[in-house]
């Protein structure tokens, strides 16, 4: 593994399941995002995490949850899947959450919810 | 509210300069981002300014004015694969980045 990854590439999911979206990062990053990508808008944060153990609520958390058991590790889950939340998903990570700290981004997961 | 402006999109020729420019209103400001993403994929970092000024890095460059709550990112000698698109993000007061809708770049050869 180098840099970040992304399960699954992309879904398609009928409304009313439950999904998540893995991500998984090797560069020892303190910071993880999760962000979501739609035409004509720019990118929404939706949860994040400082470091291990902790996770924050960003610009649009409804519907979404998260979870940061170690430092690699940052899953999305979608308890309760809605045709709103088709979109481009997008986990990123950096070293520090704050300064000059550029942050790094997977590849994307593309989930259509019917 | 915060709102970050950039143009929708832009035309340039091969070989040519573009400037694409971008104003922001955010609730603090601890620096300014540029990112490109190429259709289908993730963006990737380009530069960060925090003081005003120019900062150059090969054929791209970045200024920023605090004063104005304006950046500009310029793209010299243009190349085919600079198409893409290219995002504006500012760092507010809580560290979080706010994000423009991004800025698609067609290029003419």
């Known amino acids: 593994i180098a840099g970040i990854t992304q399960a699954p590439t992309s879904q398609i999911l009928a409304a009313g399941r439950r999904m998540t979206l893995r991500c998984t990062q090797d560069?020892?990053?303190?910071?993880m995002y999760w962000y979501r990508q739609d035409l004509g808008l720019g990118l929404r944060l939706i949860h994040y995490?400082?470091?291990?153990?902790?996770?924050g609520k960003g610009e649009v958390p409804d519907g979404y949850s998260v979870s940061r058991a170690n430092t690699d590790d940052f899953p999305l889950t979608l308890a309760s899947a809605v045709p709103s939340q088709t979109s481009v998903y997008f986990c990123?990570?950096?070293?520090?959450?704050?300064?000059?700290?550029?942050?790094?981004f997977g590849p994307g997961t593309r989930l259509t919810v019917l | 509210g915060q709102n970050i402006d950039q143009p929708t999109e832009m035309t340039a020729t091969e070989g040519a300069i573009v400037q694409i420019n971008c104003t922001y209103q955010?609730?603090?400001?601890?620096?300014l981002f540029w990112y490109q993403q190429h259709a289908g994929e993730a963006p990737t970092f380009l530069s960060y300014n925090v003081l005003d000024g120019l900062e150059e890095k090969g054929r791209f460059s970045s200024f920023l004015s605090r004063s104005k709550g304006y950046s500009y990112l310029l793209l010299k000698e243009l190349q085919m694969k600079d198409s893409a698109s290219y995002l504006c993000?500012?760092?507010?007061?809580?560290?979080?980045?706010?994000w423009g809708a991004g800025t698609k770049l067609i290029i003419n050869p």
């Open positions: 995490s400082n470091t291990a153990g902790t996770t």
């Open positions: 993000a500012v760092r507010d007061s809580n560290y979080q980045l706010i």
């Open positions: 560069m020892r990053h303190n910071a």
């Open positions: 955010t609730s603090g400001f601890n620096g």
């Open positions: 990123a990570s950096s070293v520090l959450p704050s300064g000059t700290d550029t942050q790094y």
